[in-house]
């Protein structure tokens, strides 16, 4: 007797008065209703039905069976089913296990497995490649390990499939010994073997171990190229990951949308703005456009090479855009110091209804901080965790502090340090140090290298800066206790260096440098541009050389600083009135920011500098920051 109502089916199939249409009505309701069974009672229910009415049991969807008796008592009588219909039982169980395996427990996928076998069905290789996966997603090496010797046991160690996956879930539960034995020990390897150990290296940041296995594959595909591409960008090797691509496509392999997100972040990282603009157009070629991970990676590497126009092309271009897309324009425009456009985007971001993030409101705060704007930037603060509920990071506080202390704002700075709810590190410290010495406030410099000699003593931008506020304040004994302490501490200036790219090619300059092939060149015309620039007034600012050495001897420190070198490389090397691009390790020195104005001027040429905190944009005399850095 069936209990539930929407079981019950007809007892007869039509009736004499039927029409054609009432006809088909009992099989379409049948299969209907045979397939609406979820529990091992009801299951039980269509069967008895199925014998009292003699319909064939083929008739029940056997895939359903399996998995609504799977895991229950009703294990065995779901075998007695299947005893009677002519598909081999562990096919139906198979495509259970599969839906296990890729559902959201994988755990029950392991547990059939044990089932399986209490009840003496035989696994074949896709039973052991579906619970294999299984493992592989719990990261269970403990069965995983107890799959693998069902594997051996029987006889599909040439399988390769599963020896890959099997590679692949020792590798992924950090097992890596055991990974390279199997590998070491595999006959037969294709190139997906060599891909998965590829890729776990890179998770191990073993950029070598990869290069070295990649170097000995005897068949590469796009994959393993990519792989490789994204890996060296992750392990901070940009010019090596440009490198690799440009191999790529000499081995005459396309592209797809993912090795260009990785080669255009290698861009960025190295300002490499030619390579950057020739994946542009190849992705438009391509319909990359689409993709919005494309497109946000192009924005960021327009913007990270100072091309702000461009980038806002690329966003003006998408159909659809990303919290990510608005918030990387957001934090372009502030780094290039346009605060109020940037806070029109906001303003627009919010009208269309993205909801903003935190790397949002980074943006916004950098915007304000850069121009000065310290009532909109204290109600940004406020306005991200009251309005949508975004807990502040310690780079929002770090921001904040930057904001209050370049405006002068030094004591309220500090007050907002001391009742930070979360520790300040360096940057918070470090940015209170800046403002410290634009204002000229010693007693506060002193509080700020205070924290920041514990919390990071080997940093030496912050002892240059102290020293330089003495220097200036005319405290010459505090400036020269300053530097030996330096000496002391074994605190070492970190070499500035700066690159530009002529022509494709990277060229890196150090302070000092004098090895650059075209080195006689580039001083020949430094010497006759100083002498120009001296005519308009310019007088070189040796207070931030901080060696104790003859002022002429500053002078020429000063003269061969890295972005100076890179600037006078780019005039001669460039065609009248293209821009020169310069990237920076450090932040730009003040001399050479004086420089530039005036080289812009003398050179008729646009200058961008991308430091370590933003952009500066020299165009006729004057950067685009104003002075304020
Ligand atoms: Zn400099
Ligand atoms: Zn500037």
Same mark, same amino acid.
């Given at each position: 007797?069936?209990?539930?109502?929407?079981?019950?089916?007809?007892?007869?199939?039509?009736?004499?008065?039927?029409?054609?249409?009432?006809?088909?009505?009992?099989?379409?309701?049948?299969?209907?209703? %045979?397939?609406?069974?979820?529990?091992?009672?009801?299951?039980?229910?269509?069967?008895?039905?199925?014998?009292?009415?003699?319909?064939?049991?083929?008739?029940?969807?056997?895939?359903?069976?399996?998995?609504?008796?799977?895991?229950?008592?009703?294990?065995?009588?779901?075998?007695?089913?299947?005893?009677?219909?002519?598909?081999?039982?562990?096919?139906?169980?198979?495509?259970?296990?599969?839906?296990?395996?890729?559902?959201?427990?994988?755990?029950?996928?392991?547990?059939?497995?044990?089932?399986?076998?209490?009840?003496?069905?035989?696994?074949?290789?896709?039973?052991?490649?579906?619970?294999?996966?299984?493992?592989?997603?719990?990261?269970?090496?403990?069965?995983?390990?107890?799959?693998?010797?069902?594997?051996?046991?029987?006889?599909?160690?040439?399988?390769?499939?599963?020896?890959?996956?099997? #590679?692949?879930?020792?590798?992924?539960?950090?097992?890596?010994?055991?990974?390279?034995?199997?590998?070491?020990?595999?006959?037969?390897?294709?190139?997906?073997?060599?891909?998965?150990?590829?890729?776990?290296?890179?998770?191990?940041?073993?950029?070598?171990?990869?290069?070295?296995?990649?170097?000995?594959?005897?068949?590469?595909?796009?994959?393993?190229?990519?792989?490789?591409?994204?890996?060296?960008?992750?392990?901070?090797? !940009?010019?090596?990951?440009?490198?690799?691509?440009?191999?790529?496509?000499?081995?005459? =392999?396309?592209?797809?949308?993912?090795?260009?997100?990785?080669?255009?972040?290698?861009?960025?990282? %190295?300002?490499?703005?030619?390579?950057?603009?020739?994946?542009?157009?190849?992705?438009?070629?391509?319909?990359?456009?689409?993709?919005v991970r494309?497109s946000n990676t192009?924005i960021d590497?327009?913007i990270?090479?100072?091309?702000?126009?461009?980038?806002?092309?690329v966003f003006?271009?998408m159909k659809e855009r990303t919290v990510v897309s608005w918030s990387a324009m957001i934090q372009g425009l502030a780094?290039?110091?346009?605060?109020?456009?940037a806070?029109?985007l906001f303003s627009k971001m919010i009208r269309v209804g993205v909801k903003p993030n935190w790397v949002t409101f980074l943006g916004l705060?950098?915007?304000?901080?850069?121009?000065?704007?310290?009532?909109?930037?204290?109600?940004f603060?406020?306005s991200m965790?009251?309005d949508y509920g975004i807990?502040?990071k310690?780079?929002?506080?770090?921001?904040?502090?930057?904001?209050?202390?370049?405006?002068?704002?030094?004591?309220?700075?500090?007050?907002?340090?001391?009742?930070?709810?979360?520790?300040?590190?360096? #940057?918070?410290?470090?940015?209170? =140090?800046?403002?410290?010495?634009?204002?000229?406030?010693?007693?506060?410099?002193?509080?700020?290298?205070?924290?920041?000699?514990?919390?990071? !003593?080997?940093?030496?931008?912050?002892?240059?800066?102290?020293?330089?506020?003495?220097?200036?304040?005319?405290?010459?004994?505090?400036?020269?206790?300053?530097?030996?302490?330096?000496?002391?501490?074994?605190?070492?200036?970190?070499?500035?260096?700066?690159?530009? @790219?002529?022509?494709?090619?990277?060229?890196?300059?150090?302070?000092?440098?004098?090895?650059?092939?075209?080195?006689?060149?580039?001083?020949? @015309?430094?010497?006759?541009?100083?002498?120009?620039?001296?005519?308009?007034?310019?007088?070189?600012?040796?207070?931030?050389?901080? %060696?104790?050495?003859?002022?002429?001897?500053?002078?020429?420190?000063?003269?061969?600083?890295?972005?100076?070198?890179?600037?006078?490389?780019?005039?001669?090397?460039?065609?009248?009135?293209?821009?020169?691009?310069?990237?920076?390790?450090?932040?730009?020195?003040?001399?050479?920011?004086?420089?530039?104005?005036?080289?812009?001027?003398?050179?008729?040429?646009?200058?961008?500098?991308?430091?370590?905190?933003?952009?500066?944009?020299?165009?006729?005399?004057?950067?685009?920051?104003?002075?304020?850095?």
């Amino acid at each position: 007797m069936l209990r539930s109502s929407s079981l019950r089916l007809p007892l007869h199939h039509g009736n004499d008065n039927d029409n054609n249409n009432n006809h088909r009505l009992p099989t379409e309701q049948h299969h209907r209703l %045979l397939q609406s069974f979820n529990l091992p009672f009801e299951l039980k229910q269509l069967h008895a039905h199925l014998i009292k009415t003699r319909l064939p049991l083929t008739l029940l969807p056997l895939t359903r069976v399996a998995s609504v008796s799977a895991l229950t008592p009703s294990f065995s009588y779901a075998q007695t089913i299947f005893e009677r219909v002519e598909k081999p039982e562990i096919y139906l169980w198979n495509s259970c296990l599969k839906a296990l395996a890729e559902g959201d427990c994988p755990n029950d996928a392991v547990l059939l497995f044990y089932q399986l076998r209490k009840f003496g069905v035989f696994p074949d290789s896709f039973t052991l490649s579906f619970v294999l996966k299984a493992c592989l997603r719990l990261l269970d090496v403990g069965n995983g390990r107890i799959v693998h010797g069902y594997v051996e046991k029987l006889g599909l160690s040439s399988n390769l499939f599963l020896q890959n996956t099997i #590679v692949h879930l020792y590798a992924s539960c950090g097992e890596m010994a055991d990974a390279w034995l199997l590998f070491d020990k595999m006959s037969d390897r294709d190139v997906v073997t060599w891909n998965i150990m590829i890729t776990q290296l890179i998770k191990r940041d073993d950029i070598e171990g990869a290069c070295g296995l990649f170097s000995q594959m005897p068949e590469r595909n796009l994959r393993s190229w990519t792989l490789m591409i994204a890996g060296c960008v992750q392990c901070g090797k !940009p010019k090596e990951a440009i490198r690799l691509f440009l191999e790529l496509e000499k081995a005459g =392999l396309k592209p797809n949308e993912v090795t260009v997100v990785a080669v255009l972040s290698a861009c960025a990282d %190295l300002g490499d703005l030619h390579l950057g603009r020739r994946i542009h157009e190849y992705s438009t070629r391509s319909g990359f456009g689409r993709n919005v991970r494309v497109s946000n990676t192009l924005i960021d590497m327009f913007i990270k090479c100072g091309c702000l126009e461009e980038a806002q092309g690329v966003f003006n271009e998408m159909k659809e855009r990303t919290v990510v897309s608005w918030s990387a324009m957001i934090q372009g425009l502030a780094m290039h110091g346009k605060a109020e456009e940037a806070l029109k985007l906001f303003s627009k971001m919010i009208r269309v209804g993205v909801k903003p993030n935190w790397v949002t409101f980074l943006g916004l705060l950098h915007a304000c901080s850069h121009m000065g704007l310290v009532e909109e930037g204290r109600k940004f603060f406020t306005s991200m965790t009251r309005d949508y509920g975004i807990v502040p990071k310690i780079e929002h506080y770090g921001s904040l502090v930057d904001l209050l202390s370049r405006a002068g704002l030094l004591q309220e700075a500090h007050e907002f340090i001391k009742n930070m709810p979360i520790k300040p590190n360096g #940057v918070v410290w470090g940015a209170l =140090l800046g403002g410290c010495k634009v204002h000229k406030n010693i007693e506060l410099a002193e509080e700020a290298i205070k924290h920041l000699s514990e919390l990071d !003593p080997l940093n030496d931008g912050y002892y240059v800066v102290l020293s330089n506020i003495y220097a200036e304040a005319e405290r010459w004994e505090d400036a020269a206790r300053v530097r030996k302490l330096m000496r002391d501490r074994g605190v070492k200036k970190t070499p500035g260096a700066s690159s530009i @790219t002529v022509d494709g090619t990277v060229h890196e300059f150090v302070a000092g440098d004098e090895s650059h092939p075209q080195a006689t060149k580039i001083f020949e @015309t430094w010497d006759r541009l100083v002498e120009k620039m001296k005519l308009m007034g310019y007088v070189p600012n040796t207070s931030v050389v901080l %060696l104790d050495i003859e002022e002429a001897e500053k002078e020429r420190f000063l003269y061969r600083h890295s972005e100076k070198l890179a600037v006078v490389f780019g005039l001669i090397s460039t065609p009248a009135r293209t821009p020169i691009r310069i990237m920076k390790n450090l932040r730009v020195c003040e001399d050479c920011h004086e420089a530039f104005k005036l080289i812009s001027t003398i050179g008729n040429r646009e200058i961008v500098v991308r430091d370590r905190n933003r952009f500066h944009c020299f165009k006729d005399g004057s950067c685009s920051c104003r002075d304020y850095w």
